[in-house]
């Protein structure tokens, strides 16, 4: 056995079973390519499902993580730090937010956004204690907290862990006039993704997001918008939202505010919904640390400033138009926003997974979901001879 296969073999040995990851052991990253225990050289179009959007290991971020881990890592909120009042100013500034709750991991996010409104129902709309409802789309993806998952429509998600909580109204995604069937006067929130990423990346008709905050608007109910795949550039903008035209009341971002480095989420708010969290009422002893604001405050600085976003924009269209080239009769659909991408295959196919294998074995990596789909979404530092790279690796695999 070589070292991957006998890593491989302690991991399927010692770990619980709860991933089915392509067998290729990576040891090393760098940019848009990572490699293996081999030394096989892979063009990474996952990203760590876009955590990675600045690119492997960027150096920048690397500076600032060693340079902060040699002189600071821990405070807890017991007591101040002097990086988190910079990452509140910074991330204040490019989003336009008024409040900012810094967590760990994105599922902490959205169980921080749903505490906070179902709170701001009861203190600031008046509804009647135990009865706050939030609306959420068919087919979402959230996270794994029991909360969270009481509300997935995914049987594998759901099933076999209640009892589940309760609170949760679903409706199909990109349909308004259930949105607004759906809503009455116990109605808090409602947490929708722009684009539904583990579904296959479902865009929602034009419009749909428009009527949305109209809904929002009119009856008093906070638009929560789970940013944390399609934020921070994936999809051309920084935020996707900006695409619809439209401002959420609370935004949630994690994955790239860390460009992979570290578990870094906050809950951003534009309107009076995080004032209603008092000390003592919700907290996190990582959550805000100095090594996380550092890292995240130059996660941010270089996706900026090195023009990633407008990167993501101009190389999306690209690839998407070489993938709209490829004749194939195997392909049903290829969609996307911004370099968040996907090919669906016909059910004839066979499944993507096995696309996905053939494309490991030309070095290129990507993930399959919903059996059909492969989710093709590259760091958003891509460049225009590694997408025609890519491009004709998909071509000759699924033509
Ligand atoms: C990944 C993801 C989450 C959960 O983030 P974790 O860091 O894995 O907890 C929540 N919402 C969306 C849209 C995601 O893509």
């Known amino acids: ?65 060693v340079e902060q881990a040699g002189r600071l890592t821990l405070t807890s909120r017991a007591f101040r730090n002097d990086q ?53 789309c068919a087919d979402n993806f ?29 409706i199909p995604f990109g349909d ?31 419009g749909y997001f428009t009527r949305i905050r109209e809904l929002c608007t009119a009856n008093n109910v906070t638009l929560i918008l789970d940013e944390i795949q399609t934020g921070l550039g994936r999809t051309g903008k920084l935020l996707a939202e900006e695409h619809e035209g439209i401002e959420a009341d609370v935004t949630l971002i994690g994955k790239a505010l860390s460009g992979g480095f570290y578990p870094v989420s906050a809950v951003l708010s534009n309107s009076e919904v995080l004032g209603v969290l008092k000390p003592g009422q919700h907290g996190s002893t990582f959550g805000g640390n100095p090594l996380a604001c550092a890292v995240a405050r130059t996660a941010l600085k270089v996706l ?12 999306g269209d690209y690839f998407l138009e070489g993938l709209r080239s490829i004749r194939s009769n195997i392909v049903r659909d290829v969609r996307g926003r911004g370099l968040m991408m996907a090919i669906e295959l016909e059910p004839e196919a066979g499944g993507a997974r096995q696309y996905c294998h053939a494309l490991k074995e030309r070095g290129l990596l990507a993930k399959d979901t919903h059996d059909h789909t492969i989710r093709l979404a590259p760091p958003l530092i891509i460049t225009r001879e590694q997408v025609d790279w890519a491009v004709s690796q998909i071509e000759k695999t699924i033509s």
């Open 1 to 65: 056995m070589n070292t991957s296969e006998k890593l491989i073999a302690t991991e399927q040995r010692l770990g619980a079973n709860n991933y089915k990851p392509l067998d290729v052991v990576l040891t090393r990253g760098e940019g848009v390519h990572v490699w293996d225990t081999d030394g096989n050289r892979y063009l990474d179009c996952l990203s760590a499902y876009s955590a990675v959007n600045q690119g492997h290991c960027h150096p920048k971020i690397l500076a600032a993580m």
């Open 84 to 136: 988190l009042a910079y990452l509140y100013e910074e991330l204040a500034a490019l989003t336009g937010s008024h409040k900012i709750l810094p967590m760990n991991s994105g599922a902490e996010a959205v169980e921080t956004a749903i505490k906070a409104v179902r709170k701001w129902g009861y203190e600031v709309k008046g509804v009647p204690e135990g009865k706050a409802e939030i609306i959420v």
């Open 142 to 170: 959230h996270g794994r907290t029991l909360s969270i998952i009481s509300f997935s429509t995914d049987p594998d998600a759901r099933t076999g862990f209640g009892p589940y909580t309760p609170g949760f109204r679903t």
């Open 176 to 206: 308004a006039g259930a949105f607004e069937a759906a809503i009455n006067s116990n109605t808090v929130a409602a947490l929708i993704e722009p684009i539904q990423g583990e579904a296959g990346i479902i865009i929602p008709p034009a």
């Open 304 to 315: 900026v400033e090195e023009g990633m976003i407008e990167n993501a924009a101009a190389m």
